[in-house]
């Protein structure tokens, strides 16, 4: 990069919402820098699923058909079931395309290059320094601090986002740290669905069960405490708790719902937004957000780039953008709830039939919304 000086925009973190940014911004003909702190392609703890509309019209409108060497066998689940301790197993028919995140990103981050967006991967952004006429974006690349200056960032770096803190340092963030654990093998639970296990009767703790290209996974905040539970639950399907794990990984989950829907964080400050995880922007229930990654990384870009030629303040414009995103947060937010009073058996006497139902149309209406 000879002169880093003119970028007009640097997208910081290559998921789904950098990817979908820089490819907007540069397909628009502006200079976008794409920054990423790993070495590509790069993993992330997700189940990969290309779930809901908003993910993969997004996708088929903006990167195109996706590529079959993307998907993973099996390359598509007929749905969620779900195990309600006590309860009938529910099922939910979604066809849902399924991926390894590395595949599924590196590719996206791919049609970004193509269209003119500069990758600088193996780069971690320690901070983002807004000035009157610009924004300073300092790094570190193979040890050496460095600096680029932008009119616009976009920060895409997911739940721990540096850019966040750089913008809003005084936002209290709480954390769950979900786990995901890696079996060479099968239980026998059908692999075209994913399976959901709430040993508690409760929305949370949870854990899920999903195969692909011969792994047995099993992911969700509560691995560790419900280790009993598990051992209990999946026996009948084969499960030896005494397997050795052939990996063990984990990642978090930014808990900012409360706070942006009560308008105590917004997501953009002057010409720096944010974007996916990093906004907080997360669906409740069922914690998708490849959708939101990228229809908040186009509304992004598209705000940029109508504000690329003058003076106007970027975050307003964002704001208002998303607002479609905030809304579907708000309503499934206000589902949790309902569902949490459903789902206590000893405040509401409901069986765990009615609790399990409960779920699934929780489940189906995250689905729906994005319609
Ligand atoms: C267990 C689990 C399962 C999930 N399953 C699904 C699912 O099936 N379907 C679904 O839709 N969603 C799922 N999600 C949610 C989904 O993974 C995220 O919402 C999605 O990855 C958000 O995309 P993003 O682009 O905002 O951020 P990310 O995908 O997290 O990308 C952020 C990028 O920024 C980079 N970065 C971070 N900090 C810096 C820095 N300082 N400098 C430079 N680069 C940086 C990171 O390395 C990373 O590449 C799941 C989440 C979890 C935890």
């Not at 750089?166 to 669905?193: A, T």
């Not at 290209?213 to 399907?237: H, N, Q, V």
Request: aromatic share 8%; charged share 25%.
């Amino acid at each position: 990069m000879k002169n880093p000086l003119n970028a007009d925009v640097i997208v910081v973190g290559a998921g789904p919402g950098g990817a979908a940014s820089a490819k907007y911004c540069a397909a628009a003909g502006l200079k976008t820098v794409l920054i990423e702190k790993k070495a590509l392609p790069r993993d992330k703890v997700c189940t990969g699923m290309i779930m809901g509309n908003w993910a993969l019209d997004t996708i088929r409108e903006e990167f195109g058909t996706i590529p079959d060497t993307i998907f993973t066998s099996p390359p598509e689940l007929n749905g969620h079931r779900f195990y309600v301790a006590g309860a009938a197993v529910q099922t939910l028919t979604a066809h849902t395309l399924l991926t390894w995140r590395k595949d599924l990103d590196h590719w996206l981050v791919a049609c970004a290059r193509d269209a003119g967006a500069v990758l600088v991967s193996n780069t971690r952004v320690l901070r983002v320094v807004a000035h009157e006429d610009h924004i300073r974006v300092d790094l570190l690349k193979d040890g050496k601090k460095e600096s680029l200056s932008a009119r616009f960032v976009i920060g895409a770096d997911g739940a721990t986002s540096v850019v966040r803190k750089s913008i809003l340092p005084e936002l209290q963030v709480n954390y769950s740290g979900p786990v995901r654990v890696w079996y060479q093998g099968r239980l026998s639970l059908d692999q075209r669905y994913i399976h959901w296990f709430f040993p508690k009767r409760l929305p949370r703790p949870r854990f899920n069960v999903n195969h692909k290209d011969g792994i047995l996974l099993l992911e969700g905040a509560g691995i560790k405490e419900l280790a009993r539970e598990i051992a209990e639950t999946l026996s009948p399907y084969g499960f030896d708790p005494d397997w050795k794990p052939i990996k063990k990984d984990g990642c978090v989950i930014a808990l900012l719902h409360r706070q942006l829907l009560e308008g105590d964080f917004v997501p953009a400050k002057g010409n720096v937004l944010l974007v996916g995880d990093a906004a907080g922007l997360i669906l409740p229930i069922t914690f998708e957000g490849i959708g939101t990654a990228l229809k908040s990384g186009i509304a992004a870009a598209r705000t940029i780039i109508a504000n690329a030629h003058h003076g106007r303040i970027a975050a307003p414009e964002y704001v208002s953008g998303i607002q479609t995103i905030i809304d579907a947060i708000r309503h499934l937010y206000m589902d949790r709830f309902h569902l949490k009073g459903e789902m206590d058996p000893l405040k509401r006497n409901l069986g765990p039939d009615a609790i399990a139902a409960g779920l699934v149309s929780a489940y189906r209406e995250t689905l729906l919304l994005q319609e």
